[in-house]
């Protein structure tokens, strides 16, 4: 089994900073890409921001200069550092992985999800 498991939502004042963290947890062989993906209410999940596991990331042209994508290798866990945000930015937030298990299985995981409020 694989778990995803995300922290670091909330709310927060229009300018203010959030940093996303999601571990990936479980019988993992590999994790190749991961990412955020959000979406609210009426509207289609998007991403966000995704990053391989050489570290080369793509960001959605909304969030692009103002959220920064990382990854820790060793600890098979992505982050999400969203400065200057904005009421638009209100969402919840999905964490992504593609990871092979030790099964040699090449599965798509998310997380349960994590509310982010921009609001004054």
């Known amino acids: 089994q694989v778990q995803l498991v995300e922290s670091g939502g909330g709310l927060v004042l229009p300018g203010g900073s959030l940093r996303l963290s999601c571990a990936a947890s479980?019988?993992?062989?590999?994790?190749?890409?991961m990412g955020w993906y959000r979406q609210d209410p009426g509207n289609q999940r998007e991403m966000v921001a995704t990053i391989t596991n050489v570290g080369t990331t793509n960001y959605a042209g909304s969030v692009k200069g103002r959220f920064t994508i990382s990854r820790d290798n060793a600890k098979n866990t992505v982050y999400l550092q969203m400065n200057s945000l904005k009421p638009e930015d209100t969402a919840v937030y999905y964490c992504?992985?593609?990871?092979?298990?030790?099964?040699?299985?090449?599965?798509?995981?998310w997380g349960q999800g994590t509310q982010v409020t921009v609001s004054e």
């Open positions: 479980g019988s993992i062989a590999s994790v190749n890409v």
């Open positions: 992504n992985a593609e990871i092979v298990t030790t099964a040699l299985r090449w599965l798509d995981y």
